[in-house]
């Protein structure tokens, strides 16, 4: 059974930091793309950041570019995602995701990602 469990979601001022883990228990192989969305109130689910299977590839959205920097630490099945200079519009519902169907894989679209994880709330207040 495959799980994803995100972590280190919270509540803090613009301009502050948070840093967000998944952690990805029960698949077969380390060989797999990880990303993450971001979903807000009352709008669609947006790619965030993916990172390589050997974490050397990465790829960002403009709107973080530059402010979030994502990682991964294969010994210990996780990814990170660092959060820097936080705005009010990074406030959503952050998810995990896996794609275990593309090992090289880099896709910013959702629907190529098989396992989600449940999410966790990252709320910036002005």
């Known amino acids: 059974q495959v799980q994803l469990v995100e972590s280190g979601g919270g509540a803090v001022q613009a301009g502050g930091s948070l840093r967000l883990s998944c952690v990805a228990s029960?698949?077969?192989?380390?060989?797999?793309?990880m990303a993450w969305f971001r979903q807000a109130p009352g709008k669609e689910l947006e790619f965030v950041s993916v990172?390589?299977?050997?974490?050397?590839?990465?790829r960002y959205a403009d709107s973080v570019k530059g402010r979030f920097t994502i990682t991964r630490e294969n010994a210990e099945n996780t990814v990170y995602l660092q959060m820097n200079s936080l705005k009010p519009e990074d406030t959503a519902v952050y998810y995990c995701?896996?794609?275990?169907?593309?090992?090289?894989?880099?896709?910013?679209?959702?629907?190529?990602?098989?396992?989600w994880g449940q999410g966790t709330q990252v709320t910036v207040s002005s």
């Open positions: 990172i390589s299977w050997h974490g050397t590839d990465t």
């Open positions: 029960g698949l077969t192989s380390r060989t797999y793309p």
């Open positions: 995701a896996v794609d275990s169907r593309t090992p090289w894989g880099l896709a910013v679209v959702s629907f190529e990602y098989d396992y």
